[in-house]
């Protein structure tokens, strides 16, 4: 069982900057691939960003890319999502995930084996 806690989120202004940060209770270096999605207020929980086991690969959503982005430290257990230029249809609250299947449709969370409680970011305009 892996847990993971979601921290870093808050309430800024558009064009501001945040960083998120997961921590996983266990070593995730060599056994998960790792991703990030949001979930706005009467929407569908959507992909972000991911990150494979090393951290030689990301993959972005077209909404993000250029502005976001993912890494990980795997000596600490944690993955991070730096979020720049951001805008107020960012607002979401933020989950990360972990998943142990081969780095391919990092985009379905149905392939997520684990989840975070989720952070609340929120960008005024």
């Known amino acids: 069982q892996v847990q993971l806690v979601e921290s870093g989120g808050g309430l800024v202004q558009a064009g501001d900057s945040l960083r998120l940060s997961c921590a996983a209770s266990v070593r995730t270096g060599s056994n998960y691939n790792m991703g990030w999605f949001r979930q706005a207020p009467g929407k569908e929980r959507e992909f972000v960003c991911a990150i494979n086991r090393s951290g030689g690969l990301t993959y972005y959503a077209d909404s993000v890319k250029g502005r976001f982005t993912i890494s990980r430290d795997n000596a600490k257990n944690r993955v991070y999502l730096q979020m720049n230029s951001l805008k107020p249809e960012d607002t979401a609250v933020y989950y990360c995930?972990?998943?142990?299947?081969?780095?391919?449709?990092?985009?379905?969370?149905?392939?997520?084996?684990?989840w975070g409680q989720g952070t609340q970011v929120t960008v005024s305009s």
């Open positions: 995930a972990a998943d142990t299947a081969a780095w391919s449709n990092l985009y379905d969370k149905a392939i997520y084996d684990y």
